[in-house]
């Protein structure tokens, strides 16, 4: 939200397309639930409804006269010499070349600009596949009380082969989320017809085996099973006139749900260097991998070991979460919060939150590493 508050109305147009979650629900097979509370609760919302704010935003603030959008045209290769980016409408096919001052690659995780840098020279990424597998899930509204499933909250479900199920509300009212399985056993992938997703639902998460109608069991069937990798590079500027930012730099596991905030916290730091410099755009480029790269390291690493895959440790995770909040509220001078709560705080840097939990961070990556080798 502090990014979006540097463009006049950005805040208010987002909070209207967004719900607030104050925490997360575990849910157990036999029906009981946990709650851990947040102090300062989240802001969801749809990752599309916020690219069309943005874009909204972008085309009333700026007429054509100083803004062009090549909508939906696919960025295919860069010439960093000549400065230039090679687009491609995806309806024509036709190719078409355009000059830039600066370039910011904000593609993805699969970035074309990133691909780019590869072949300049001293270039380093290393691009890491995250051991679990996920296929989306889509739920029809419901009065869904009786069953614990409270607006406001992220639901959650998991399983002692570390299957795990996540659901969030949306605005209509209708829930949607993630299911993530193991990829080397893809016992959730293999799942061929309707009838086998349902039943695989209705025993392991009976919550939503119960709102999954046979349209969206079919659906499920029907979608590709996706992965996430993340992503370190060395630098994150080419020469003087191009940079990469969000996940096209630094792409992380959604397991702390950082993702988009990392996003949103370069382009305030790119902002800002720029004013201490000037504009000079080749000075900005420079610094920005110098301020970034340690703490875009800080966040790969604490998303890929911040969530233990063992089940030992996951019971320990969970007992960590609930005596930090109970110490912190009543030592708030000599005890931090939990990982989750401190790390959502714009006021810590990534690597001075990995700092703080370095111990836990460690205990969990040996620990994943040893179940990853065996698996
Ligand atoms: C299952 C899942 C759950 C997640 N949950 C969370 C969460 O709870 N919280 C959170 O903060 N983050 C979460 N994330 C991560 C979050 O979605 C990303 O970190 C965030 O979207 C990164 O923003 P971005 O703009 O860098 O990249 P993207 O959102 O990937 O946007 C890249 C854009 O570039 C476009 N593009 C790609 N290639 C080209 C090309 N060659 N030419 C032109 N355009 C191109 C794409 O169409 C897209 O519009 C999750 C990710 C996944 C996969």
């Known amino acids: 939200m502090k990014a979006l508050r540097n463009i006049e109305g950005l805040e208010e147009a987002v909070k209207a397309i967004s719900l607030e979650v104050t925490g997360t629900i575990i849910h157990q097979k036999n029906g009981k639930t946990s709650l851990i509370t947040r102090q300062k609760p989240l802001i969801s919302l749809d990752r ?35 400065k230039q980016a090679k687009l491609q409408n995806p309806e024509t096919k036709v190719d078409f070349t355009v000059d ?108 939503v085996g119960y709102l ?73 480029v420079e610094q920005f991998s110098v301020r970034r790269l340690p703490d875009a390291h800080a966040l790969v690493e604490m998303s890929d070991y911040a969530f233990p895959l063992s089940k030992r440790l996951f019971i320990e995770f969970i007992l960590r979460q609930r005596i930090a909040k109970i110490l912190h509220r009543l030592f708030p001078q000599k005890f931090l919060p939990s990982l989750f709560e401190v790390i959502s705080e714009d006021t810590n840097s990534y690597s001075q939150v990995l700092d703080y939990y370095k111990d836990w961070i460690a205990k969990v990556k040996k620990s994943n590493e040893k179940l990853t080798v065996r698996a």
């Open 48 to 82: 599309t409804r916020l690219a069309i704010a943005l874009l909204e935003k972008l085309t009333q603030k700026y007429d054509d006269s100083r803004l062009k959008v090549h909508f939906d045209c696919e960025c295919t290769q860069v010439d960093f010499a000549k």
């Open 100 to 207: 830039y001052n600066l370039l910011v690659g904000a593609d993805g995780a699969r970035s074309v600009v990133r691909e780019s840098f590869l072949s300049t020279e001293n270039f380093e990424c290393q691009q890491k596949y995250v051991p679990s597998a996920y296929k989306s899930i889509f739920l029809p509204s419901d009065n869904n009380l009786e069953r614990n499933l409270q607006p406001g909250k992220i639901h959650s479900w998991r399983l002692d082969d570390t299957t795990s199920v996540l659901l969030l509300y949306q605005l209509d009212g209708t829930m949607s989320g993630v299911v993530t399985f193991p990829y080397k056993q893809n016992q959730v992938a293999s799942l061929s017809h309707a009838q086998e997703v349902l039943k695989f639902f209705n025993e392991n998460f009976p919550e």
């Open 212 to 284: 999954m109608p046979t349209s969206e069991a079919e659906a499920f069937v029907a979608r590709t099973v996706s992965r996430v990798s993340t992503i370190r590079c060395n630098r994150f500027h080419q020469g003087a006139s191009a940079l990469l930012i969000g996940d096209a730099a630094h792409a992380v596991s959604p397991a702390l749900g950082q993702g988009c905030n990392a996003a949103l916290e370069d382009v305030v730091i790119f902002d800002k260097i720029l004013d201490e410099n000037s504009d000079n755009l080749a000075q900005a």
